[in-house]
């Protein structure tokens, strides 16, 4: 069952994950489950997060529970009870059954990323963490992996780029690979306070921008907004005067929300998305999460899919007779659904962030006109996921 362990005790499999974030971190749980020995290098001086809102969804809730952590996540997340598309004056468009959709797959979680995080950092045993660990070089030397980092010299049987869609490790093992693209449109997030929490989500469209909503456990509220821009523009004034001006004035409770938001709470990144990677996997390295399939938004998956990729990762190591064999295993099975994910993604971005007033009168009629069902049955390849087993690892997974 997997590559033999060498004799002595001293033959624990070892892997190197580079990159501290959550897919980072899910890794990291993932095979120090299957007995890895496993060291997480992380740049910045602290494992920490600073994100916003996350949706988890019933395919990335799976992978967590095939991670052990599947409770803890359930205990402090909030299942959505409501969904949909408005516009900016409030009337839906577009409303999701969740109720039919927590039947069919289980309920959509909203959770603080830095609660997810600390869940999967809790999971890893403190030696396994080292911050301030700036990568250097990474070397493929037959049967070793070896990377060069501000710590020092780490070597190690398998090494998992977990860094994001910058990824140093990607641009070094993967010199071919496309750079990232700028979608077109930029987003603000944040997490609001009013002291009350806000009765359901959803997110409203508009011409060019759009506005999600989501509650979270503890009562306040993950906002997003979103809106066509010139790459690498940012406001001469605050964020928050920006996102005012901007949606100040479309349906409650988005003005309440942004009257109370507070502005160090703001955050604002440009959109990006990497063009599909000829493959995952190069001797004994493995690209995963941004760093190998860098998504829009649009559908929430972007964490989702990191998570599959660490749940699915460990399986095929514990069951493939080595390394080699399992990654391109991994690569068969991963490649192909994240990427249908991203192109789906994508496309959902260039609808909604359509300008033109007859182009979204076309949209919005469109949304209104589609019946619920529609939506669930196109999400069924998505969110219809299951952690492979040994029975189901002979083709790719795509649904």
């Known amino acids: 069952m997997g590559e033999a362990r060498r004799a002595g005790g001293a033959g624990e499999r070892s892997a190197i994950v580079v990159g501290g974030g959550i897919g980072g971190l899910a890794a990291g749980v993932a095979l120090a489950r299957s007995g890895w020995q496993v060291k997480v290098l992380e740049r910045a001086a602290t494992f920490g997060e600073v994100g916003a809102g996350l949706s988890l969804w019933p395919n990335g809730v799976r992978a967590l529970d095939a991670l052990g952590v599947g409770d803890q996540v359930r205990e402090q997340a909030l299942a959505e009870t409501q969904a949909g598309i408005r516009n900016t004056s409030g009337r839906w468009l577009s409303r999701t059954d969740t109720q039919e959709l927590a039947r069919r797959f289980g309920p959509v979680a909203m959770i603080h990323r830095a609660q997810l995080f600390d869940i999967l950092r809790a999971a890893l045993?403190?030696?396994?963490?080292?911050?301030?660990?700036?990568?250097?070089?990474?070397?493929?030397?037959?049967?070793?992996?070896?990377?060069?980092?501000?710590?020092?010299?780490?070597?190690?049987?398998?090494?998992?780029?977990?860094?994001?869609?910058?990824?140093?490790?990607?641009?070094?093992?993967?010199?071919?690979?496309?750079?990232?693209?700028?979608?077109?449109?930029?987003?603000?997030?944040?997490?609001?306070d009013t002291g009350r929490r806000v009765p359901a989500g959803g997110e409203s469209w508009g011409r060019g921008e759009r506005v999600g909503i989501a509650p979270?456990?503890?009562?306040?509220?993950?906002?997003?907004?979103?809106?066509?821009?010139?790459?690498?523009?940012?406001?001469?004034?605050?964020?928050?005067?920006?996102?005012?001006?901007?949606?100040?004035?479309?349906?409650?409770?988005?003005?309440?929300?942004?009257?109370?938001?507070?502005?160090?709470?703001?955050?604002?990144?440009?959109?990006?998305?990497?063009?599909?990677?000829?493959?995952?996997?190069?001797?004994?390295?493995?690209?995963?999460?941004?760093?190998?399939?860098?998504?829009?938004?649009?559908?929430?998956?972007?964490?989702?899919?990191?998570?599959?990729?660490?749940?699915?990762?460990?399986?095929?190591?514990?069951?493939?007779?080595?390394?080699?064999s399992a990654l391109a295993a991994y690569d068969r099975h991963r490649r192909p659904r994240t990427q249908l994910v991203a192109r789906r993604s994508h496309r959902i971005g260039v609808a909604a962030q359509w300008h033109s007033a007859p182009a979204t009168a076309l949209r919005d009629l469109m949304l209104r006109l589609a019946p619920s069902s529609t939506l669930l049955n196109s999400l069924t390849p998505i969110l219809g996921w299951q952690p492979p087993g040994r029975g189901d690892l002979g083709a790719a997974h795509i649904g």
């Open 125 to 192: 045993p403190a030696e396994a963490l080292c911050a301030d660990a700036r990568v250097t070089r990474v070397g493929l030397r037959g049967q070793r992996v070896e990377v060069e980092h501000s710590k020092g010299v780490s070597q190690a049987d398998l090494l998992v780029a977990a860094d994001g869609i910058g990824s140093s490790v990607r641009r070094s093992l993967w010199p071919q690979a496309p750079a990232p693209r700028y979608a077109g449109y930029t987003a603000w997030r944040l997490v609001v």
């Open 216 to 324: 979270l456990a503890d009562g306040r509220t993950y906002l997003f907004c979103v809106a066509n821009a010139p790459e690498g523009q940012r406001s001469p004034g605050s964020e928050l005067a920006e996102i005012r001006q901007r949606f100040g004035r479309w349906h409650d409770p988005i003005p309440q929300l942004l009257t109370a938001a507070d502005e160090s709470a703001v955050m604002r990144h440009d959109i990006y998305e990497l063009p599909p990677l000829a493959t995952f996997v190069t001797g004994r390295a493995a690209l995963l999460g941004d760093a190998a399939h860098a998504m829009t938004p649009n559908l929430g998956q972007g964490a989702n899919q990191a998570l599959e990729d660490a749940a699915t990762l460990a399986v095929l190591l514990d069951t493939y007779p080595d390394v080699e």
